[in-house]
């Protein structure tokens, strides 16, 4: 493929989401960090594109709150 933007894997707002160039169809958002990277490698491997994972920074804010 001669883009070679990578797939991103990053958290947003306690979700982890996978960014995909070019093909906005298969980006998806995923409740854990797991489920958001095998997703990402996986799509990344099909196109032929590098995977990225970005860390999330620490907010100090509670995105999972616990019933």
Do not use: C, Y
């Given at each position: 493929?001669?883009?070679?933007?990578?797939?991103?894997?990053?958290?947003?707002?306690?979700?982890?989401?996978?960014?995909?160039p070019?093909?906005?169809?298969?980006?998806?958002?995923?409740?854990?960090?797991e489920?958001?990277?095998?997703?990402?490698?996986?799509?990344?491997?099909?196109?032929g594109?590098?995977?990225?994972?970005?860390?999330?920074?620490?907010?100090?804010?509670?995105?999972?709150?616990?019933?």
């Open positions: 493929m001669s883009d070679s933007t990578p797939v991103v894997t990053r958290s947003n707002r306690g979700q982890w989401e996978n960014q995909v070019g093909h906005p169809e298969l980006s998806e958002s995923f409740t854990s960090k489920e958001a990277v095998d997703a990402g490698r996986e799509v990344a491997d099909r196109l594109l590098h995977h990225v994972v970005e860390d999330a920074e620490p907010t100090g804010a509670i995105t999972d709150e616990q019933e």
